[in-house]
């Protein structure tokens, strides 16, 4: 089963942006780790990462025609701004989790507001880089139980 793992702006720079913030992982150690992750899972993770809205956009509209059943989305500064990524992703109907490593509610008033979690499955926040890896364990459950978006 197809999984699509997508990190929005900034987050090519994990590993030494804010490493107080974001931990010392970089974005190659946290994609390898969501595959072999998927693969005790029994999913297959595909990786992609942007730092322009329209192509993660672009992205989440192949997707749909990839026939991924699960998105895990860390979209960054995108959660707060974008009707754009909320409109992808509903528009294509595949379920997706949002993560975020940092606990965005301990942090500025405009990381409170996600365009994105009122849609999502489910939402991940504050637990670092292993955020990512609780929310593909989440991903097999649901799609193993067959549960519906
Ligand atoms: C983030 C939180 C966002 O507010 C921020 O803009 C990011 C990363 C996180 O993973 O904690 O780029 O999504």
């Known amino acids: 089963m197809k999984v699509l793992l997508l990190n929005g702006p900034n987050l090519n720079l994990l590993g030494t942006r804010e490493p ?4 010392a992982m970089t974005l190659a150690d946290v994609e390898a780790m969501c595959r ?4 005790a899972l029994g999913l297959e993770v595909a990786t992609f990462q942007s730092n322009h809205e329209g192509a993660l956009v ?3 509209h192949v997707a749909g025609d990839e026939g991924v059943r699960f998105v895990v989305i860390n979209p960054g500064a995108l959660t707060h701004t974008s009707v754009a990524l ?4 509903t528009g294509v109907a595949i379920p997706f989790i949002e993560v975020h490593i940092s606990n965005v509610h301990k942090r500025e008033a405009f990381r409170h507001r996600s365009f994105l979690s009122d849609v999502a499955e489910g939402v991940i926040v504050g637990l670092g ?3 990512y890896r609780l929310a593909l364990q989440a991903a097999a459950a649901k799609l193993q139980r067959g549960d519906k978006p």
Do not use: F, K, S, V
């Open 86 to 89: 909320r409109d992808a992703l």
């Open 129 to 131: 880089t292993i955020g």
């Open 20 to 23: 107080a913030i974001y931990g």
């Open 58 to 60: 672009d992205r989440i």
């Open 36 to 39: 072999t992750e998927g693969a």
